[in-house]
């Protein structure tokens, strides 16, 4: 497993959490970060992404624009997903991914394909 998460849990909705993941194989900066989240008999769905934790390159799916925010600390070699206003439909299990990527943007991040993937942690968000 080349990317860990952790912050998932169980929470009410209107409630916060916070993901984060990180990495022991490879560091984040030029690469693409991502979060991406799956429901049961759902799709997987691109939730937000960050190039090099460059600041205005973020991006997000319409559903969580607003309410979420992704950040990254290179230092730390690590990557976030604040998420605020939960709702009973951002009930599923998340994902970190990464690809690498040289002198990128949000546009190219918010598109490409992702190479990497941690095993993914659980959000349930109860109404």
């Known amino acids: 497993v080349e990317l860990v998460e952790s912050g998932g849990g169980s929470v009410q909705a209107g409630g916060s959490l916070r993901l984060s993941c990180t990495s022991t194989k490879f560091t984040f900066s030029s690469r693409c970060m991502g979060w991406f989240r799956q429901a049961p008999g759902e799709d997987r769905e691109r939730v937000a992404t960050?190039?090099?934790?460059?600041?205005?390159?973020?991006s997000y799916a319409d559903s969580v624009k607003g309410r979420f925010t992704i950040s990254q600390d290179n230092a730390k070699n690590m990557v976030y997903l604040q998420m605020t206003a939960l709702k009973s439909g951002d009930t599923a299990k998340y994902y970190c991914a990464s690809r690498p990527c040289f002198d990128c943007d949000a546009d190219f991040c918010g598109r490409a394909d992702y190479y990497d993937w941690g095993p993914g942690t659980q959000v349930t968000v109860s109404s």
């Open positions: 960050i190039y090099s934790g460059v600041d205005d390159s973020a």
